[in-house]
Structure formats: structure tokens, C-alpha cells
């Protein structure tokens, strides 16, 4: 796919990173914007109002972006600013998610609405705590899981390159533990200044997915866990609550199963469709519903994967750890081999490892180093 030149940074004569300065500039006084209302408005229609040129800009911003030639670029703004801002500044006016359940100073108010991170905070009563509870660690243990994610990056890289004919199954898996290491990584960079300057303390965003023994164990603990957050808390949570302005005086009622199903449902549906919409940021079309099947396809898996281990607790077997966890990456490779991974094969995937290997040059040369690549 040639570079589009009617809607980004070439037609507005910037270059690619004046394009990131304008996205990083724009998304730090919409985070300004909000802090500076929080105490202002109420929540509810008029911290909607708020907050909706803010997630009209954050739609804009991977147009910024040169489809073809900045293909990494679109897809980090579309994941974290078009989705995890935007759904940041939603929650927001529905009294849910980080910027309202948490302690802030202005900064560090700011810094969450930017970046695709979640501060460790308590819920509110009557939610469970979950892994928002949890410290992920300090500027070190950050620091060190940037480089551990960089190297796994490099391996995915490696092999992909160097075994252009490797069976589709094997590539997949490539595809997503290099996908892993990216989203992860661009992680861990804004942990270690958020941590380090702003004394914050960082809920985990992903967690070790490699250890993930059960398909619930995989979306729920596991895997982005930042993206599941703001799921929970603009999606979720309103679903199973039966109301979309949260009331911090009155705790929620339990759901029932047939609740919980629906907001399920409708979880992972919103995540299909802001796949799919960013599959459309990178090539101008969507992939015609194979990532809308991808998501819901997770929900049978889910409750089909509690029933049988339900009935074989009752039959006194308890399936070994390290087997559980060989079923559940089998089966999520094998789904995203299916569902996932053919409309990124070829030219995207081409893009995407170009991208990679460009910056690691241009990192390598600014230490005086030569590229392993």
C-alpha cells in the first residue's frame, strides 16, 4: 500500500516526528482539559460534554499518520490514544475508571489520561478489587521488563525474517509474542517516567500471558490488562450495574449469570469493533467482521472451558497446571491463527516489521553502535 497523501503528516507538511510532538502535544491539554474540570462539573451529561472533543480529536489523531509508510505509528496512536484515552475520558464522565476512582495530583491526573497505563488504586465498594490493587513494581523492575520485552521483540523479529516459510501455525505464534512485546513494551518505557518522576504506583498491564492456565485466566489477568480496564469500566461494569453514572454512596447489586454473559458479550464485541477500526486506521478498510470473530468467539471458549472444568472438579479430577496452560496457548494461537492473523500476513505484518527494524537502527547508530538487523 502506498503512503497516503490527502489526510496525513505529508499533506500537512510535517514530518513523521513533528506528527508525534502534534499527537503527544494535543492528547497532554485534552488530559488538562479534564483535570482542570473534574471538580468542576459533575458527572454524568455534563462531563459528557467534556469530554467528547476530546475523544472526537483522539479519533483524528492516527490520520496523522501515513498509511504504508508509518504503519507502527497508527497503530500505537489508534490502540492507546483513540482507544485507551478516549475510553479514559468516557469513564471519567460516568464516575468510573482511573481518572475518578483514583488518587491524583494534577500531573499525575494528566499522565494516566496519556498514557496506556493504570495507576494502582482500590475499586470502589462493592467491586472487586481485582488486579487494580496490585503494585506491578518500581522504576528498576520496569526498566528491566522494557528490555526483557525489546529482546523478545528482536527474537519474533529474527525468526520472522529468517524463516519466511515457517508453517502459518509457528508464524502466528510469532506474530503474537512479537505483538505482545510490542504493545508491552511501549508499556513499560511511560512506566518507568511515571514511576520515577511522578512516585507513581502502577497497576500490572501485562502479566507473564506465557503462564495464562485458562481463557478467562488469559483476558482477565493476563493479557493487556490496561485495555480490559477501560472495558470494565465504560462497558462492563454499567452492564452489570444497570446504570451508567456510578453511585460511590450506593453499592451495586450482584449480577446475575445471564448479566455477566451479556456484559461478556458485549465486552468483547466493543473490542472487536475498536479492532476492527484500527485495522481500518492502518489500511482503509476493515477485515470484513474475521476480528469481530476473533472477540466473541472468546465467550462460548470461556463458558464452554467452565463447564468442563466445573464437572471435572465433581469427578474428582484436577487437571495439572503446566497441561492447563499448554491447552489455553494452544487454543488462543490456534484461534488467532484462524481469526486474527490472516489480514496481518503480508503487507501489514511487512510494514510493521520494517518500522521495527528501522528504529532499532536509528537507536543503534545514535549509540555508535551497529544494527543487529
Known amino acids: 500500500m502506498a503512503a497516503e497523501a490527502d489526510w496525513c503528516r505529508e499533506a500537512l507538511g510535517i514530518d513523521y516526528w513533528q506528527a508525534w510532538a502534534l499527537v503527544l502535544g494535543l492528547s497532554a491539554v485534552a488530559g488538562a482539559w479534564i483535570q482542570a474540570l473534574d471538580r468542576r462539573l459533575a458527572p454524568g451529561f455534563a462531563r459528557l460534554l467534556a469530554a467528547l472533543p476530546v475523544v472526537a480529536a483522539n479519533l483524528v489523531a492516527p490520520r496523522l499518520f501515513c498509511r504504508g509508510t508509518d504503519a507502527t505509528a497508527v497503530i500505537l496512536v489508534a490502540f492507546n490514544t483513540t482507544w485507551l484515552s478516549s475510553f479514559k475520558a468516557l469513564a471519567w464522565a460516568m464516575n468510573r475508571g482511573a481518572l475518578a476512582d483514583a488518587l491524583l495530583t494534577p500531573a499525575q491526573f494528566v499522565a494516566t489520561y496519556m498514557a496506556p497505563l493504570t495507576p494502582r488504586h482500590d475499586p470502589p465498594a462493592g467491586q472487586k478489587k481485582g488486579r487494580l490493587a496490585e503494585d506491578a513494581g518500581g522504576v528498576w523492575s520496569h526498566a528491566l521488563n522494557y528490555g526483557a520485552k525489546l529482546a523478545v521483540m528482536g527474537v519474533a523479529v529474527f525468526l520472522l525474517l529468517e524463516y519466511p516459510d515457517m508453517p502459518g501455525v509457528l508464524q502466528s505464534l510469532c506474530l503474537t509474542w512479537g505483538l505482545y512485546s510490542l504493545l508491552s513494551s511501549v508499556m513499560d518505557g511511560p512506566a518507568v517516567l511515571l514511576v520515577g518522576l511522578l512516585g507513581m504506583k502502577l497497576s500490572p498491564h501485562f502479566d507473564k500471558p506465557f503462564l495464562a492456565n485458562s481463557t478467562a485466566s488469559w483476558w482477565n489477568k493476563r493479557w493487556d490488562i490496561a485495555a480490559g480496564n477501560t472495558l470494565r469500566a465504560v462497558v462492563f461494569d454499567p452492564i452489570c450495574e444497570r446504570r451508567l453514572v456510578a453511585d460511590r454512596k450506593v453499592a451495586p447489586a450482584r449480577p446475575g449469570p445471564l448479566l455477566q454473559l451479556l ?85 501489514v505484518a511487512d510494514q510493521v516489521i520494517g518500522n521495527i527494524l528501522q528504529a532499532h537502527r536509528d537507536r543503534m547508530a545514535l549509540l555508535g553502535l551497529k544494527s543487529l538487523f
Do not use: D
Open 263 to 347: 456484559a461478556s458479550c458485549a465486552s468483547f464485541g466493543t473490542s472487536g469493533l475498536i479492532h476492527e477500526g484500527i485495522y481500518w486506521y492502518m489500511t482503509g478498510h476493515t477485515t470484513g467482521g474475521i476480528w469481530m470473530c476473533f472477540f466473541l468467539a472468546q465467550v462460548p471458549l470461556i463458558v464452554a472451558e467452565r463447564v468442563l472444568l466445573a464437572a471435572l472438579r465433581g469427578a474428582g479430577i484436577m487437571l495439572p497446571n503446566p497441561l492447563r496452560i499448554a491447552i489455553t496457548l494452544t487454543c488462543q494461537n490456534q484461534l488467532g491463527h484462524w481469526f486474527f492473523w490472516p489480514p496481518i500476513k503480508g503487507p
